[in-house]
């Protein structure tokens, strides 16, 4: 039975990270709301930004597409990251142009040490420990100069709550901006 409702967390865990992978906002342009080739050009930039192999729990990208054109948004800890995600999207058929807007977040061994101590503290409370299934985590934590931002989905409201107070109780967090969406708002 446990093992059962283990794997329908995860089957619903997997099921909100599939719908809101990498946190991604879509954004119709001004024209139909159901244009064929901007829905494509979501799904496509969806998958290009999936495939990207060294992104962590601790990079979170976002992207709006207008038309033709995708702003690329979010932050990453590494500035490659921010060049790979520009260079995959941009060949994707039908991107005339790419916005490239990725904050590259400051290199700081007092920001590595806090997002060591986050991960733990919020993957590690029993609570929380489903959302660690998977490749791709769907709690994301973005540490800037101390100040901590959790972007991605959850199931429900307990599991935000529960993740803002966690990432709260690590010592040398200066602010928590709990940005987590429930899955169905």
Do not use: W
């Not at 995708?70 to 060949?91: C, D, I, R, Y």
């Not at 972007?151 to 200066?174: C, L």
Request: hydrophobic share 40%; proline share 4%.
């Amino acid at each position: 039975m446990i093992r059962k409702r283990q794997a329908l967390a995860a089957g619903q865990t997997f099921a909100a990270v599939c719908l809101v992978l990498l946190a991604c906002t879509f954004t119709f342009g001004q024209g139909q709301p159901g244009n064929v080739a901007q829905a494509r050009i979501q799904k496509e930039v969806i998958h290009e930004l999936n495939m990207l192999p060294d992104l962590t729990v601790f990079d979170n990208l976002e992207f709006q597409v207008n038309g033709d054109r995708v702003t690329l948004m979010g932050s990453v800890t590494q500035p490659v990251h921010k060049s790979e995600a520009e260079n995959v999207v941009k060949h994707i058929e039908g991107v005339s142009r790419v916005d490239n807007k990725i904050n590259v977040l400051p290199l700081s061994p007092m920001d590595d040490q806090l997002r060591r101590a986050l991960y733990r503290s919020i993957y590690g409370f029993p609570v929380l420990e489903k959302y660690a299934m998977g490749v791709h985590k769907p709690i994301r934590i973005i540490v800037n100069n101390g100040n901590v931002t959790l972007e991605g989905v959850v199931d429900n409201q307990a599991d935000k709550d529960a993740a803002g107070i966690r990432a709260r109780t690590v010592p040398n967090v200066f602010n928590v901006t709990n940005n987590l969406r429930v899955t169905g708002s």
